[in-house]
């Protein structure tokens, strides 16, 4: 006899993709219907950028909470190799430290630019993959 293949659970979806979107999408209609004070607001973009970027990180905190006794869990982070993870992600990075920017003077502040892109970058998506691959690419495999 074989076991019932899993059902998705959704439920769980329901609440990752409401609370996403209940935290992301009043800063996309702020960013978008109104520009002039979007761009009046005298924080640094990533941080203008977070609560968009972060929606689907909260989400799936949440979400995780709420159904971590239902919830599979086979997705990880860094995948099957965080060498090659890392590499994916840090590869660029050096790349662009390496051929350096135009106008940007020293060698050393293009190296210490990249390294604060690359942390500042991986704040950002750090929200969406807690969110997409994180949870909702687990809830929806079956």
Known sequence: MTEPSPQVHWK???LFYF???AISWPSFWWRDMHTASWAAWRVPGFL?????MWGPGIAALVALAVF???HPKTITLFGGVVGRSLAFYLVPFVLLAVAGLPGSGSPGRVVSFTVLLAVIG???ILGEELGWRGFLQDALRP
């Open 19 to 21: 609370l996403a979107c």
């Open 12 to 14: 769980a979806v329901g």
């Open 48 to 52: 203008k950028m977070a609560p968009i």
């Open 68 to 70: 971590r006794r239902s």
């Open 122 to 124: 991986f704040f950002n």
